[in-house]
């Protein structure tokens, strides 16, 4: 420690000067032990005060590393939400292709009756009764029932029917009748009151069930009256009315079109045999000598003979048949027309006819 003293005076002289003392200490440094050096530096000045650095800190160490938060894992697959199951008593009826077709139940879930879906998805299933009132076998040959059965849901989609039996390629004589499912997958579940059933070919008018709301209505319209020819071919031709409808047995309408069924009575005025035959003596059946004129005057040849006209009549006999023709949607006065063998032509009003 180095003391300077300066400014000595004299007894009794003026006041000494100020004695400046000024100590000066050397750094002090501590190292401490790894894995952090602590540098401490002590400095004294005048009025012995000394000033010292803040209490130390350590630093990190190199091989130190951040708190980590713990994250849980799970174990296992996610759980597959269950899907709960549904039912509906449904009994409506509407009728395609000559059938009448009734949606009696619906039943939606992971399963339903022989039906599986995969996880994730769901089973909407139909009970579904077909029954032909007709005296016409109608007969799914040319192509199944199910894919013509289409179900639709609350957007608007349509959900094709998987194929299964008996309802794949019903063949259902006159007063047949046969139930079964239905069955339909989609991707999520959905209340089955939004549903409805959707029935009808790219070509055809579609007809459908909702399961819920309204009730369906099996558009058909009748017109009543008895009008008759003169005697043509042998025969007076009379007709007492029909129907106009969306199908008849075995077909549907095309669209923006419907059929006219026509009650048909051909009538022997004489005692002796009639036989209906045409060029060459060849007997000829209804739909060849059968037609109706459109309102825009083309003529439509028969579109379904659902009860047969026969080539011979007894005297006195007389014949009730039916047969249906496809006219456009609102046509108003079509004319039956009766073709001769030598090409001439005979005409009997069907109009007006009502309205759709």
Known sequence: MLLLLSGCGTVGGPPPTPVVVTVTAPPIVVTAAPPSPIIVVVTATAGMQAAATPAPVAASSPSASP?????????????????????????????????????????SGQSVERMKANLGKSVVGLRTRLQNPSGVRVHFAGGPFTTLARLKLPDGALVKAEESDPLARPNLGSQDGVSGWLYFIVEKPVPLESLALVMGGSQEAAVDIALSGPEPKIARRTFEYLRSTEPVRGLIWSVSGGEIRFDVPGQQANPGQEFIVVNLRATNPTANTVSIKGPGSIPQTGPEYLRIRADNGVLLQVSVEISKMPTDFPGKAEQDTQYAWQLPIGSKNPKLVILAPDGSEHELELGPLPPP
Request: net charge positive; aromatic share 2%; glycine share 8%.
């Open 67 to 107: 708190t980590t938060v713990a994250q849980v894992k799970p174990t296992g697959p996610a759980p597959t939400p269950t899907i709960a199951p549904q039912t509906l008593q449904v009994g409506r009826t509407n009728s395609y292709r000559g059938l009448l077709v009734t949606v009696e139940e619906a039943q």
